[in-house]
């Protein structure tokens, strides 16, 4: 079983850059699909971006693809959610997860950190 926690967030202005990480223990991340979702309140869990076991195969959300890049360390056991561009759209809680499965549906995923909340203010 693998353990996660999410650090980064934060509060900053539209146009901003972020870095989301990831760090990952009982497990190495090469074990896993690893992927990042996001919830505004008041919506669903949605879908950001997720990187396969070798890290060669990612996926993104058409509403950060071009602003945000997902890559991991196998070394140090951390995925990493790099965010360029921020939009007020993007402000929600961000969450790290993993499973043995290759999705983009929140519930195909069995673990999960605890979030971290980005603020974009316009």
């Known amino acids: 079983q693998v353990q996660l926690v999410e650090s980064g967030g934060g509060l900053v202005q539209a146009g901003d850059s972020l870095r989301l990480s990831c760090v990952a223990s009982?497990?190495?991340?090469?074990?896993?699909?690893m992927g990042w979702f996001r919830q505004a309140p008041g919506k669903e869990r949605e879908f950001v971006a997720n990187?396969?076991?070798?890290?060669?195969?990612?996926n993104y959300a058409a509403s950060v693809r071009g602003r945000f890049t997902i890559s991991g360390d196998n070394a140090k056991g951390t995925v990493y959610l790099q965010m360029n561009s921020l939009k007020p759209e993007d402000t929600a809680v961000y969450y790290c997860?993993?499973?043995?499965?290759?999705?983009?549906?929140?519930?195909?995923?069995?673990?999960w950190g605890q979030g971290t909340q980005i603020t974009v203010s316009s």
């Open positions: 009982g497990r190495t991340i090469d074990t896993y699909t």
């Open positions: 990187i396969n076991r070798n890290g060669l195969s990612t």
């Open positions: 997860a993993a499973d043995y499965r290759w999705s983009v549906a929140a519930t195909a995923y069995n673990y």
